[in-house]
C-alpha cells in the first residue's frame, strides 16, 4: 500500500504530530513506524509525567511558546477523552540569598511568558503548602501539574486509526534506509511519499541516512530515580523543585507525586555510554566512540568536570542523593528512599561543545527531521504536532 507520510519514532512527538496531520487530513493515510513493541517506550515514558508551565524558558523561544499554548492543548485533550490530570502547582525551593534571587528572575521570566499567579513565599508560607519542606523562600508556580504521558501517547494511537482505517500504527518495526519513495525495514519495505523523523535519542543518525550534514550530535544523558516508600509518602503533596543551574538543561533533583499516587525523587544527570541503557553498567563500544570522538563532547565534559563528577558519584551512592533531598526535606531518612526507575534524555551538543537549548526542526527535500525536542516536549507535544502539521502541508504540499 502506498502511504502518503510516514513518521518515524513512535515517542509523544511522533504520536502528537501524527494525530494533529490526522485530525486535519482525515483522508490522508499515515503510517508510524515504531522499532519497540509498544509506544513511548524511552523517553516518552520515562519522565516524571510532568506539565511544565513555561516557567524557565527564554521569553520568545520556540520552547516558551510552545509550552504554553501546548500546555492549554494537551489540558483540553486530556478533559476530552478523560485522562486523568492535576494541575496541582508546584514549588521552587531556595535555601540562601542567591538562589532567592534566582527565584525572583524566574518569576519574571515566567511572567513574561504569560503566567500569572506567580509568588515568593517565606518559609511559613512554603509550609503551607508542603509543611515538611523546610527551606527560606520558594517560588509557587500555580500552572505546574501532572499526568501520564504513555496514557496520552496511547489516545493519540487510537484516535489516528479510528479518524482514518487505512492508516496504520507498526510497533515491532525497526526504520533501516530510505531511497526515494521506497521505506526499508526490518519487516519489509513500505512506500512512502514523506517521512518526518522523531527520532528522539537517534536524531542525529536518522538524519545522516537522509543526506543531511549535521553540526550537532544527539548524545543520551541517564537519569536515575529513588521513589519514597509508602511510609514516608505524606512527606510530599505535589512537586517540589530546587533552583535549576543555568548552565545546564537539567532541573535538578525534585520530588514529584505521580498520577498513581507515587512520590518519585530525581533524576540526576550522567552521560550514558549506551543510547538506550537504562542501567548504571550498560556499555555499547559503537555508541561511546561515537559520542567521546565528536569535539563537542569533549569540550562539554572538560568545561563541567565538576558538574560531571558530582552526578557521577550521587547515581552511586544512595546518601549522597539523599542529600540532595535533605535541603528541601531534612526529615527525610535513607531509609525512607528506594531504587526505582531511570531514562535517558537526548542531549543535542554542537561542536563548541555549547547544548543546544531550543526546539530544531528543519525540512530536508521532501521530508522533516525534528533534530532537537528536549523538555517540555512532553508538555508541548501538541503544539510541536500543529508546527510539524503547517510545516507539512507547504513541504509536502498536502
Not at 548552565?247 to 512520590?263: Q, V
Amino acid at each position: 500500500m502506498q502511504f502518503d507520510v510516514a513518521i518515524v519514532g513512535g515517542g509523544i512527538v511522533g504520536l502528537a504530530t501524527a494525530y494533529q496531520l490526522q485530525k486535519q487530513n482525515p483522508k490522508l493515510n499515515l503510517i508510524l513506524f515504531e522499532k519497540e513493541d509498544e509506544l513511548a517506550f524511552h523517553q516518552s515514558g520515562r519522565n516524571s509525567g510532568v506539565i511544565h508551565s513555561g516557567l524557565y524558558y527564554k521569553t520568545g523561544s520556540i520552547r516558551a511558546k510552545n509550552c504554553v499554548y501546548g500546555r492549554d492543548l494537551l489540558i483540553d485533550y486530556a478533559k476530552k477523552r478523560k485522562i486523568p490530570y492535576d494541575i496541582c502547582g508546584k514549588i521552587v525551593v531556595a535555601n540562601n540569598y542567591n538562589e532567592l534571587q534566582t527565584l525572583k528572575k524566574l518569576k519574571t521570566n515566567g511572567e513574561k511568558n504569560g503566567l500569572t499567579g506567580l509568588a515568593i513565599l517565606d518559609s511559613n508560607q512554603t509550609k503551607e503548602i508542603e509543611p515538611h519542606v523546610d527551606v527560606s523562600s520558594a517560588l509557587y508556580v500555580p500552572q505546574s501539574g501532572i499526568i501520564d504521558y504513555k496514557q496520552v501517547v496511547k489516545q493519540f494511537a487510537k484516535d489516528i486509526v479510528i479518524l482514518n482505517k487505512n492508516s496504520r500504527i507498526q510497533l515491532s518495526c525497526k526504520f533501516l534506509d530510505y531511497n526515494k519513495q521506497n521505506i526499508k525495514t526490518d519487516i519489509g519495505n513500505f512506500k512512502a511519499k514523506n517521512i518526518i523523523f522523531c527520532g528522539g535519542l537517534f536524531a542525529d543518525r536518522l538524519a545522516k541516512k537522509d543526506g543531511l550534514n549535521l553540526t550537532m550530535k544527539t548524545v543520551g544523558f541517564r537519569g536515575d530515580y529513588f521513589k519514597l516508600k509508602d511510609n514516608s509518602r505524606h512527606k510530599v503533596n505535589n512537586l517540589i523543585y530546587p533552583v535549576p543551574n543555568p548552565a545546564f538543561p537539567f532541573l535538578g533533583i525534585h520530588l514529584t507525586r505521580m498520577i498513581n499516587g507515587e512520590i518519585e525523587c530525581g533524576p540526576n544527570a550522567v552521560f550514558t555510554f549506551k543510547r538506550e541503557g537504562y542501567k548504571k553498567t550498560d556499555f555499547n563500544i559503537s555508541d561511546t566512540i561515537n559520542a567521546l570522538c565528536f569535539k563537542g563532547t569533549m569540550k562539554l565534559f572538560i568545561n563541567n568536570w565538576k558538574f560531571g563528577l558530582k552526578e557521577y558519584q550521587r547515581a552511586f551512592s544512595k546518601s549522597l542523593f539523599l542529600k540532595e533531598l535533605n535541603k528541601m526535606i531534612p526529615t527525610l531518612k535513607i531509609d525512607d528512599i528506594e531504587p526505582a526507575r531511570s531514562g535517558v534524555r537526548a542531549i543535542a551538543l554542537e561542536k563548541n561543545g555549547y547544548i543546544l537549548d531550543d526546539f530544531k526542526i528543519v525540512n530536508n527535500k521532501s521530508n522533516i527531521h525534528v533534530l532537537n525536542a528536549p523538555s517540555p516536549a512532553a508538555t508541548a507535544c501538541l503544539a510541536i504536532g500543529e508546527n510539524i502539521m503547517n510545516e507539512a502541508r507547504k513541504c509536502f504540499n498536502i
